[in-house]
């Protein structure tokens, strides 16, 4: 049942190959078991990778015994060194952030669509208590994700309906031992605070099972304000010289939370930033659109005219970016044309030496923050604003990844 729990996730086509993270503790291990059981049996072929963030003393010694039980499993293993390269936030959530983007690199690099991680309904449960004491809305006390895409990868959670006591008890029966790490008895840490709070919480019936019935209950809901807001995106979101706009009629007449996912998808799209503002920054937000006010937020700026509310780039959010025309500019912009040049916000010195930026037709704000092609302090060409001069910039991010956004938000 346990085995057959993983297979059906992967049904009704498994990949040929996939890749397995390995912490070493028990519920990786477990998936990891599972998984080779299944190779036996004609399933995939198997990669795993253990990601050593470095934290602790101990992490080397156990990547390396990760290591020594993929060997007598005949299976290839990688060990990964996260040095902290990821940019801010907590260290748990920079630590996550660098994990997956080194599992995703390892995977493109060995030609490996797909990985497995190792969560459970228990890391489902606990998940919906931290986000609950912080407030969160549909989509934060929604079920985790059973798959998604990052870096080109996709990435599968095969045991969420398979809890820690039952993988445990699996791995006791086969003589398989596994790591606690200590972090996880840290009541400093929140994670740790939640399985206490479960554990107080199970003779009320709020236990793990409850709390993951309500997650994916929520994450049905999620489902459907996503597609509703698809189908907003769609009918009223365009895009000109790299500014989202949304047709302001049609973005009256919907309801708050559908509106409100709009800007957060532009606003991730505008950025490309992985985590939007939420709470009161999103609800102020809101409010200025529906209200007509100016208003920026997290290196952008929004604004209301007669017919759109339009969100641009926030030229302090760019002013420092400065990179060659054949490189990708503030992760949306790539310029082509004849010599060699710089793409640069044109900022008010650009505005000045611009021949006359009004005729691109771009409102001040967005103005300011538009690429142009620059050589050392002088500028050459401003194609967004009417100015080209043989060189042309394209926009990389179109509105068809906006309205990816809207879905998966």
């Known amino acids: 049942m346990v085995r057959g729990a ?14 397995v993270a390995v912490s070493g ?3 990786s291990l477990a998936l990891l078991h599972l998984l080779n059981d299944w190779r036996g049996a004609g ?19 156990e990547a390396a015994a990760v290591a020594r039980i993929c060997a007598a499993l005949g299976l290839a293993h990688d060990t990964l060194r996260w040095h902290g390269e990821e940019g801010g936030g907590n260290l748990p959530d920079r630590a996550r952030r660098g994990r997956y983007r080194l599992l995703a690199g390892w995977a493109r690099a060995h030609g490996l669509g797909d990985v497995a991680i190792g969560h459970t309904s228990d890391d489902l449960a606990e998940t919906f208590l931290m986000r609950l004491a912080r407030g969160s809305g549909v989509d934060g006390l929604s079920a985790m994700r059973a798959r998604w895409q990052a870096g080109g990868v996709t990435f599968h959670r095969p045991m969420l309906a398979l809890g820690r006591g ?8 086969r003589g398989v031992g596994w790591v606690d790490d200590p972090t996880n008895a840290d009541p400093g840490y929140a994670r740790t605070q939640a399985r206490a709070v479960l554990a107080a919480l199970a003779p009320l019936g709020l236990d793990s099972a409850t709390l993951t019935e309500s997650a994916r209950r929520l994450a049905e809901a999620r489902a459907a304000l996503a597609h509703h807001a698809r189908q907003a995106a769609g009918a009223l979101a365009s895009v ?6 949304l047709a302001r009629e049609g973005f009256s007449t ?11 998808a532009g ?11 939420r709470g009161a920054a999103m609800d102020d937000f809101l409010e200025a659109a529906r209200d007509g006010r100016r208003m920026t937020l997290r290196g952008c700026v929004l604004s209301v005219e007669p017919a759109h509310i339009r969100l641009c780039r926030e030229y302090n959010a760019v002013a420092g970016l400065r990179a060659p025309a054949t490189a990708l500019w ?9 010599g060699e040049a710089e793409i640069a916000a044109l900022g008010p010195e650009g505005l000045c030496a611009c021949p006359d930026w009004r005729a691109g037709g771009l409102p001040h704000a967005s103005a300011l923050a538009a690429p142009g092609l620059w050589r050392g302090d002088a500028l050459i060409a401003a194609p967004l604003h009417g100015w080209a001069n043989g060189w042309r910039l394209a926009l990389e991010r179109p509105l068809a990844a906006f309205c990816d956004i809207v879905i998966g938000h």
């Open 6 to 19: 993983v297979a059906d996730h992967f049904a009704p086509v498994p990949p040929p190959r996939l890749g």
């Open 330 to 338: 503030d992760g949306r912009w790539r310029a082509t044309g004849d």
């Open 25 to 27: 503790g028990s519920d």
């Open 254 to 264: 919907l309801p708050d939370e559908t509106a409100r996912r709009l800007l957060i």
């Open 267 to 277: 606003l991730r799209w505008l950025t490309g930033a992985a985590y939007p503002p």
């Open 240 to 245: 000109a010289a790299g500014d989202l706009l």
């Open 166 to 173: 039952q993988l445990r008890d699996m791995l006791r029966a």
């Open 43 to 61: 399933g995939p072929a198997l990669r795993v990778a253990t990601v050593d963030h470095g934290l602790r003393p101990e992490s080397a010694a």
